[in-house]
Every structure is written in C-alpha cells, then in structure tokens.
C-alpha cells in the first residue's frame, strides 16, 4: 500500500548519520566516466559538467528519468552517451516517472521476478524550468511519498533549451528573451529567483543540496553522504549557460566559482530538514565581479550603471547570509 | 450483482495486476477504493499509489510498465483531459497498459453525466479503444484488453470504456469468473520488448531528429493498431473457449434481414435496442449496429455489417463542435467506396447524460425511411436530437436565471 507505512516523520531526524568517507581534493575524484564525450550540448555546458561529476558518484546501474529540457537532447536516437538507462516522459512528470519505474523495480524484486542484482537507482534529470515551474506539483508529491529516489536539476536560471526565457530560477534583473531590458523595462527580470530550495527542504526530505560544477569535492561528498539515506535525495546544480549568461564557453567554471565566492550561490545541504552550509567563503567577492562578466546582465552597466538594481542585488546576497548568521 | 466500477475492479483483480497508480474523479472512484480495500486487506498482491494528479498518474502506470509490471490505472472525462499529453507519449513506448475510462461529457459546463467526448478526444493517440455496454462486458473486456495488448504484434496501451452513471453505478448480474480459469486465459505477463535492469541498459523514449525517423515510429504504432485487429479475433476465439461469451469487434442486433440501422457505442446501446424491438412491433425493418473496437477500427466488419442497407443512423453520444458526430464521419469514410453504400444519417443525442426518448428514435427510423436520394434530410449534416418537453424546461430555467 500507498507509503509502505514506513514515514515514520520527525522520528527519522533520530537517525544518526553514518560516517562517511569523504574524498579530499580533486585527485579523489572516481576515475570511472558514466557520461561519454560527443553530446549535442552547447560548448562549456555547465549542467553537463556537474551531471558528468554527478554521474560519477551515482555508477552505471542507474535509470535516468528526463524531463523536457536541453538535456533530453542528450539521448537521440540510435545515440546515447549514458552508460545506463534512460527514460524520457514529459516536462511535467520525471518525478511521477521515477515513481513508476522505482515502484515496478520493488515489485519485480519482492515477487522474485527481478535478482536483486539487477536493480537500479532511480534518478530524476530536469532542468530549471521543469523542477521550478512545471514539475513542482509532480516533484512535492514524490518528495511527499517519501519515494526512493535523487532528483538533479541543472539549473541555468532561464527555460535554456527554448533560446532563454525566464523562468521561475531567473534572478532578479536577468535578461531573457521574456525580460528583454527596454525604455519601459530597463531592468529586465523584476521578479527574485524562487526559493527552490526551501520549497523542497520545507518537505523534509532526507537529503537535499545544491552544488557547483568548479566544486566538485563538495559535490561527490554530497552524493556519498546522500546514499546512506532511503528516499528523496534532491541536487540543485547552478549551470553556467555560455549562450544564455552571454560569457565565453571557456567561462563555465569561472563563473560557476564566482557564484559561489560573491555568496549568489549558497553551497549547502540539509538532512531531514535542517540547513548546513558546506563552502562558505572566507571573504565574499562583492556581486558586481560575478555580474559584469555576463552579457545577460550588461545592461546593468551599460549605458548608465543602474546603481539601485546592483544594491538590490548585493543587499539580497548580504541579507541571506546575515540571516545565517554567516557573514563576517 | 455487480456495478460497472465493481466489475472492472474484478477485472483487474482477476487479471493480477501488479501496480496501480490513481488519482479521484468522478464517476470512475469507486474503481479504485475497490482495489484500494482489497489491497489493504490482503485479498490482492499489488501495490497502488495515490499520485499528485491524472498527468502524474498516467506517468507512472506507463513508466512501471516500460520496467515490466502489469499495471493498471483509470480516470474519467476532466482527468483524462488532464492526463491528454501522457497518453500519446505512452502510447510511443509501446508499453500494454490498461486504463479504463468512466465516460462522462467534458467541461464547461462543467457536469457530471456521460458522453463520449471525453474518450473520443483519445482516439489518435495510439490508445486501443474497446466501448462496453453491460458490466459484464467490463470485466470480460478487461481480461481481454490485457491479452490483445500484452501480444508482441500489438504492444500498445488500451482504453476499456465505460458510461459513466448508467453504466458504473448500475448493478447487473455479473459471473466472477474463477482465477484458474483466468490464469489459462491470461498468462503471466513477460516482457521481452521494454524493461529495466543493471546487465541490460536501455534507452527508452528517445528523441527523434527528423520526420524520417519520426515518421518510421508512428507508421509502426499503426500498423501495430492494424495487427490488433487479427490478434482481437483470436483473443475473442480463445476468451469463447474458456467462458463462453463472444465479443466480436461489432456487435450486430436484428441485423439480419435489417433495412434501417441504428449505429451505437456503450450504454445507451440497450436503449437503442429497446427502439429496435418497438419499431419492428411497427413493422419496420429495424436494427442496430454497436461499434466495441473503435481503436483500432474494424472497418471491414463495419463495412460488411451495413453495405446494402437502405439506410443507417449513427447516434453519436459526442459532438466535434462545428463539424458534428464524430463516429458518423468514421462511418461515412467506410462505406463511401462502397457501390451498395446506404443513406447515412447523423444524430447527437446523449450529450451529458441527455435521455434518447423513445419519441426520438421514433424520429430517427422516420427520418430514415423519408430518406430519398444523396440530398436527403439529414444527410450532409448531423441532426441534434432536443424534445419539446426538455426545451420547455429549459425555458422554464432561463426564466428563472433572468434570460426569459
């Protein structure tokens, strides 16, 4: 029957979690490669980097779950560059997808119709527009029936695949093909980006986290603390987009790093509900050195500095770290 | 005695499903909460989930079944709107999955009463349809549904349709077959086409590039359709055998010597036959053709069925808005290389739940034997059946709404 009558709710902080090995520099990376070269995906793909590290932690007995997005380009026909399986559904449903495919994968096991050799770990694939618009309601209901599952959405802050138009990640004074900066709108996006995160955490879920491309330590030691837990195990991904952030495709990393070092882009996790940041920088690099570098921002400098918008900006950036008491 | 919701839930219990994904509406729950009890009592050895909607739920019945289960999901009307963009996109993994359909007429305005719209809006998707008259037929069509789509010629998912109403929540006598007897019938299901696991990887649901190889898919999905035609007939041969009851792909009543043909789908069919019985009491040569298989479509049994009639009326329980019955141009697209091709008339009557009085077939079998020559009455566009009784109530009510 429906949840398996295994919820045991707030019991499950009781928990204790398992040491971990964590890996300590990039030369512990897992050599093995589940992602082969040769996809479609734009030069300097930043979801691409961080599902490559992703895909590294998570091993080949895997069924990915995809919906609509760039990264449904990835499985053409008779291509494919995984190393495991794939299920594309639509853009609102992966997670109901993965509910199928995990619940059919139980129950060929418990009736000995599958070796429990042969199962797979479920993992959902989408990208912002899925996982913050169009998929929520699907996504709550998997987190809400505690399925067994990880969700990665590769968020690059705009629908990417349709040429960049906002979405509900866009940040505040974005331009996209929907927020384009004019004599009436000279900001672009008025709207801050959706909270994604709490959205998800306000669930509990037991293992939720972002993570970074140019950090992929911090990642893979996500993905190992995650494992020890059964059910949702959720990653958002901040992607650097070479032709939507209007940057050189040799700029991914670069800033993929920045957002993390001005503090736009808090590294963290939580278990069961309570937040932990995990990279906190030292000293934050102040917001406009991760702006001015991308062309979806440039009309904030160009041709009149819009002074109140890159305050806002950096107020909101101090705000959320005041509140975690994490600014020094 | 069993109500239509009850023996679909006999079905799918009979047919040992494995996975159930749902989601409520009317009129199509009492389906599930059957199958939910069962479960929790332990009478079934499936799983089902409650999910966060028909689109979702469409999802995981299609995705469990592209792992190897039998599954098994149902809905109605608002809910297979809802779930509209999933039926294609299963019907492309070529999974066999079973749904059924409570028929019930699409808002607004929103209502609560069958029609066919809802599932007819389905018929392009690659869905196979079979249109149930009696609850009998329900749980027999259930059974079948899974042997016809489970077949490696068909490979398909398949809608089994039901009235909401007239036919989920009337009770009639239904004989439960014994699971043995079932289990001869319906071997456990095997999948060798879509399935997961570790030592095989597979990509499922692909993209496509190009309307060559776009092409090459949907070409196969409908031959794939076509092959359920001769696969139904053996899956109709064998269900005979094992419990006696024959549903070919058309059912014909007093048909044979028939002049005048009434062509019907599901419930109101019984009214229809009712109608036939009264209008032979008048001496009119008169019979009924009732459409089961509407996906794929038997068109030479139709064909066959109604070639040399003097005339046939299709009732469509649907109206494709500014065009008319939608069954009707189906029949119409069957008989018109036809040398001995009938008069063919339409009618929508039904709508909502909407009684076919008997005053009304009455109308129709006159307007059949009127019928004179290609330009006759009724024959380029179709007729919408409205009592004076129900237009004089309707007045009533627009007088109280204040549009007197």
Not at chain 1, 52 to 61: D, S, W
Request: a neutral charge.
């Amino acid at each position: 029957m429906e949840g398996n009558g295994e919820i045991e709710g707030d019991s499950r902080k009781g928990v204790k979690e398992m040491e971990i090995e964590r890996i300590k520099s990039i030369k512990d990376l897992p050599p093995e490669e589940n992602v082969l070269p040769g996809t479609p995906t734009c030069a300097g793909c930043g979801g691409l980097l961080a599902l490559r590290h992703c895909m590294k932690a998570l091993g080949k007995r895997v069924v990915i779950v995809n919906a609509a997005g760039c990264f449904t380009l990835l499985s053409i026909y008779p291509f494919t560059p995984f190393k495991n399986s794939w299920l594309y559904t639509a853009m609102a449903c992966a997670p109901a997808g993965a509910q199928g495919i995990r619940d059919a994968l139980d129950i060929l096991v418990k009736k000995s119709r599958l070796d429990p050799e042969e199962d797979l770990k479920v993992v959902v694939l989408t990208g912002d527009g899925a996982a913050y618009d169009m998929g929520l309601s699907s996504t709550s209901g998997a987190i809400y029936r505690n399925l067994d599952f990880y969700y990665i959405c590769y968020d690059n802050e705009a629908y990417g695949n349709t040429g960049f138009q906002r979405s509900g990640a866009t940040p505040f004074a974005s331009k996209t093909g929907t927020t384009p900066p004019g004599r009436i709108s000279p900001i672009g996006s008025e709207l801050p980006k959706k909270d994604l995160f709490e959205i998800w955490n306000s669930h509990k879920p037991p293992y939720l986290a972002t993570i970074s491309p140019a950090h992929p330590v911090d990642l893979i030691n996500k993905f190992k603390k995650a494992e020890q837990y059964k059910g949702p195990k959720l990653f958002i991904a901040l992607s650097p987009c070479p032709p939507g952030w209007g940057i050189d495709s040799s700029y991914s990393v670069k800033l993929a790093k920045l957002a993390v070092d001005t503090g736009i882009w808090a590294l963290k996790e939580a278990v069961f509900g309570e937040v932990k940041h995990t990279v906190v920088p030292k000293r934050f690099k102040p917001v406009e050195d991760y702006l001015k570098e991308q062309g979806r921002f440039a009309h904030l400098f160009k041709p009149v500095r819009r002074e109140e918008a890159l305050n806002k900006i950096q107020e909101m950036v101090n705000e959320y770290w005041n509140r975690h008491k994490l600014l020094l | 005695m069993l109500t239509g919701n009850a023996a679909a839930a006999w079905g799918v219990r009979l047919a040992e499903v494995d996975y159930i994904p749902v989601y409520p509406v009317t009129p199509q729950t009492e389906i599930i909460e059957t199958l939910a009890k069962w479960i929790s009592d332990g009478d079934m050895d499936s799983k089902l989930v409650t999910m966060d909607s028909e689109h979702s739920m469409i999802t995981a019945a299609g995705a469990a079944s592209a792992t190897g289960v039998r599954a098994f999901t149902a809905t109605s009307s608002q809910g297979l709107m809802y779930g509209f963009e999933m039926l294609y996109t299963v019907a492309g993994w070529r999974v066999p999955l079973v749904m059924v359909n409570v028929s019930r007429g699409l808002s607004s305005p929103i209502t609560l009463e069958p029609d066919h719209n809802d599932v007819l809006a389905a018929r392009d998707s690659g869905f196979l349809q079979i249109h149930c008259e009696t609850c009998q037929e329900v749980l027999d069509s259930l059974l079948m549904a899974y042997r016809l789509v489970e077949d490696e010629q068909v490979l398909l998912p398949v809608i089994v349709n039901m009235d909401g109403f007239y036919l989920s929540f009337t009770r009639e006598p239904v004989e439960v077959p014994e699971l043995e007897t079932v289990r001869k019938f319906l071997p456990p299901y095997q999948p060798r086409h879509a399935f997961f696991k570790a030592s095989q990887p597979m990509a499922q649901g692909v993209a496509v590039l190009g309307g060559s190889m776009y092409s090459y898919f949907k070409y196969q999905m409908h031959l794939a359709s076509q092959n359920a035609l001769n696969v139904y007939k053996e899956v109709c041969g064998k269900f005979e055998k094992e419990f006696g009851r024959n549903y070919d792909t058309i059912e014909g009543y007093m048909l044979e010597d028939a002049k005048y043909v009434l062509v019907m789908t599901n419930s109101f069919s019984t009214l229809g036959k009712a109608a036939v019985n009264k209008a032979r009491e008048r001496g009119i040569k008169a019979g009924l053709l009732r459409l089961r298989l509407i996906r794929p479509f038997p068109v030479e049994d139709i064909t066959g069925a109604l070639k040399g009639r003097r005339a046939v009326a299709v009732i469509d329980q649907n109206i494709s808005i500014g065009k008319g019955g939608i069954l009707h141009s189906e029949i119409a697209s069957c008989l018109y290389n036809e040398k001995q091709r009938p008069h063919l008339l339409s009618f929508i009557g039904g709508l909502g739940g909407k009684n076919i009085s008997p005053g009304e077939f009455e109308f129709i079998f006159d307007n059949m034997i009127k019928v004179r020559g290609v330009e006759g009455e009724g024959e380029k566009t179709s007729q919408l059946l409205y009592t004076e009784t129900e237009w004089k109530e309707m007045a009533r009510l627009k007088g109280i709404a204040g549009k007197g």
